[in-house]
């Protein structure tokens, strides 16, 4: 099936730095690539949908100019926390549509943020 | 976007017993599936139901879907402790949108 390889896993930075979150997908091209993010105990909520060569679509509540979504290649989504802060420690992941699966959506294994 | 709902938020029973999960949501949907998501990990998709489907199998998995209620059930029989995860049930709306995840439901099997 269609694999999407999310780097890095987990990493941790200091305040004010900024960190990139990659997804590539391996095997089939991503027009589009959503991306979420799941605080500790809650639910996956979108925070963008990305498509290739155009500007990102955020979610109401998500600050554009914080999370830089670059989405260059039909291979390759990059999101990028800027100036990241404590309260934007968390788990990221990402998913692109894959008409060739079952279900049609596979996922990167996510990215655990963490900001001190 | 808008978020479904799920109950019960946690659940704790006995290996061996059998664990229901529910999940309702809001507006018309292609599909709704079901993700398992251990402490901390990625996303496990464990079945896809169809908007024309009613019930669907796998395994130790039984769902169901009730469109004319907006409401899906999750049930796992001879749960194992290795059951133990989060899950979550995503529904599909049409075309090339992103699944919107329930609020999941914790479950614990004590062995």
């Known amino acids: 099936g269609a694999v999407v390889s999310q780097h890095p896993s987990w990493v941790i930075c200091k305040s004010g730095t900024s960190v990139k979150i990659e997804c590539r997908s391996l095997?089939?091209?991503?027009?589009?690539m959503f991306w979420y993010r799941q605080f500790p105990k809650q639910s996956l909520m979108l925070m963008a949908t990305?498509?290739?060569?155009?500007?990102?679509?955020?979610e109401q509540g998500v600050e554009k100019d914080k999370f830089l979504i670059n989405h260059a290649s039909l291979t390759l989504s990059t999101l990028t926390v800027t100036s990241a802060h404590p309260e934007d420690s968390s788990f990221y992941i990402c998913s692109a549509r894959d008409p060739s699966s079952g279900y049609g959506y596979t996922f990167g294994s996510g990215t655990r943020l963490t900001v001190v | 976007s808008q978020q479904g709902e799920e109950d019960p938020q946690a659940l704790s029973i006995q290996e061996g017993e059998n664990a229901t999960m529910n999940c309702s949501y809001k507006t018309s949907i292609n599909n709704l599936q079901w993700y398992r998501q251990n402490s901390g990990r990625g996303l496990v998709h464990l079945i896809l139901?169809?908007?024309?489907?009613r019930e669907k199998h796998s395994g130790r998995l039984r769902v169901t879907l009730d469109t004319s209620k907006k409401s899906s059930s999750l049930l796992i029989t001879a749960s194992r402790a290795a059951d133990t995860a989060s899950y979550f049930c995503a529904t599909d709306y049409s075309g090339n949108t992103p699944l919107v995840f329930g609020k999941g439901t914790r479950l614990s099997v004590i062995a």
């Open positions: 990305s498509n290739e060569g155009s500007k990102a679509t955020y």
């Open positions: 139901i169809r908007s024309n489907e």
């Open positions: 095997d089939f091209q991503a027009t589009t």
